[in-house]
């Protein structure tokens, strides 16, 4: 009884909103200001920053108390601890404390240590990586893969070390941040075209090359988008590809190893698995790693990248003890025991999505390891996370400008470990928060 009254008193204090500044504005205002001085700039945001953190809205930047299970402990940067079912990890097949992973991590730094001491383009490999390298092949039946540092490196480094100034980059518009971020770097023809509007890319393809005849072009999308949990029709997306003489690339990070009868993601799911231009993706997800690759058919293409990639080039290369995790990983993908990992994922993830249904709870795109739950307005969607947390449940909430204004959504993660009744608790916390938060804030969405 003691603790339900110090909650609630807890709970009361931060119900007190003030002028209402930690509801509004975005991390977008923050990143547009005009000025001389580029410290007030740091110090503008971090006073907006802390104003949300003091009033339990600010769910970022958590540090985790354990492993990265279907349950864990969070500490938000207020220096308060939450406990409960964890919604919020990257850990889609559960295999982090998984025995031989640990063994195989090990064992790696028995023999290496733990440095690989150098870039790819150096000294960096160590023979670990090219086993790896021919594994990961096998899975995505091409021949050609080359590690980088992150996943990130891998899909920013692909595109700025194969495209130049004079080619064009043609993107969806909800393409991840590292693929952008390449796209910019790389080339000013950036064509962005409608999320999974595939019709569109055929316009921008001809009306390109009717343009000009003469230089690249790249098209990028994902197998899985991380905010919405759709898919492009890949297929078609490398069928015009190939007719414009252009090159296609697909970021498989959300969806290998932990999507498809043997792990092949949504290339398998599309059949069109080996069929692909560029593959690339990261070890973070699925793979109990840091760690990202690119994938080809052209031994050319991935040489070319390991000097002109930058990420890869002036990067150290992976640990031997990454290296390893991931090898460890990629042999229970492709064993019975990731086939029966799938498979528990494929329940809990049906699971969850039913029970935010019967909730009224709208979930967008299709069962995959990411639930998106809508929730609305930014403010709305601040108060209700923070209820969530209180009530035991630990779930990332994503917010302008990740996402459009006013279009707030937790992006629910699910892990090999959860359960459909675990799902029916979490989906139980979301609905009685939502509700929570919307008596607070007045925002009926």
């Not at 008193?9 to 002028?19: G, H, L, N, S």
Request: hydrophobic share 45%; proline share 4%; aromatic share 4%.
């Amino acid at each position: 009884m003691d603790e339900l009254m110090e909650r609630a008193v807890e709970t009361t204090a931060r119900e007190d909103f003030t002028d209402g500044a930690e509801l509004r504005g975005s991390s977008f205002d923050y990143l547009t200001q005009p000025g001389a001085d580029l410290a007030a700039k740091a110090q503008a945001f971090h006073a907006w920053a802390e104003n949300r953190v003091a009033h339990g809205v600010f769910p970022y930047a958590k540090r985790l108390g354990g492993r990265p299970g279907a349950t864990a402990e969070l500490t938000l940067l207020d220096g308060q601890r939450h406990a409960g079912l964890n919604f919020s990890s990257q850990e889609y097949l559960s295999l982090a404390r998984h025995p031989r992973i640990c063994a195989a991590a090990q064992a790696a730094m028995e023999r290496y240590g733990v440095h690989s001491a150098g870039s790819t383009a150096l000294a960096g490999n160590v023979e670990e990586a090219t086993l790896l390298e021919a594994e990961l092949g096998e899975l995505l039946r091409m021949p050609e893969v080359l590690l980088f540092p992150t996943g990130w490196a891998a899909g920013f480094g692909a595109i700025k070390g194969l495209v130049r100034e004079a080619d064009h980059i043609i993107i969806d518009q909800l393409a991840h941040n590292c693929l952008h971020e390449g796209a910019r770097a790389a080339t000013p023809n950036v064509h962005l075209h409608r999320h999974l509007d595939v019709d569109h890319v055929e316009r921008l393809l001809k009306r390109v090359r009717q343009r000009d005849p003469h230089n690249g072009i790249l098209v990028v999308t994902e197998g899985c988008f991380s905010m919405d949990a759709d898919s492009p029709d890949i297929r078609r997306l490398q069928s015009l590809a190939h007719e414009h003489g252009a090159l296609l690339m697909v970021d498989v990070a959300h969806d290998l190893g932990c999507m498809g009868p043997g792990g092949g993601g949504q290339l398998e799911l599309q059949g069109v698995l080996g069929q692909v231009d560029l593959v690339m993706g990261s070890f973070s997800k699925t793979f109990a790693s840091n760690g990202g690759f690119v994938a080809t058919h052209d031994r050319a293409i991935k040489e070319y990248l390991r000097f002109y990639a930058a990420p890869n080039t002036f990067s150290n290369a992976l640990s031997p003890v990454q290296v390893a995790i991931i090898r460890a990983c990629l042999a229970i993908v492709r064993s019975g025991e990731g086939v029966e990992r799938r498979d528990r994922l494929m329940r809990a993830i049906l699971g969850l999505r039913g029970a935010l249904t019967e909730q009224g709870i709208t979930v967008l795109g299709h069962p995959s390891p990411i639930v998106p739950v809508m929730l609305g307005h930014d403010a709305l969607a601040r108060v209700a996370s923070r209820e969530m947390s209180q009530a035991g449940l630990l779930a990332n909430l994503v917010e302008y400008p990740a996402v459009s204004l006013n279009s707030a959504r937790l992006r629910m993660q699910v892990m090999a470990d959860h359960t459909p009744a675990l799902a029916q608790t979490a989906a139980r916390i979301v609905a009685d928060s939502l509700q929570r938060a919307r008596d607070l804030t007045g925002h009926a969405n």
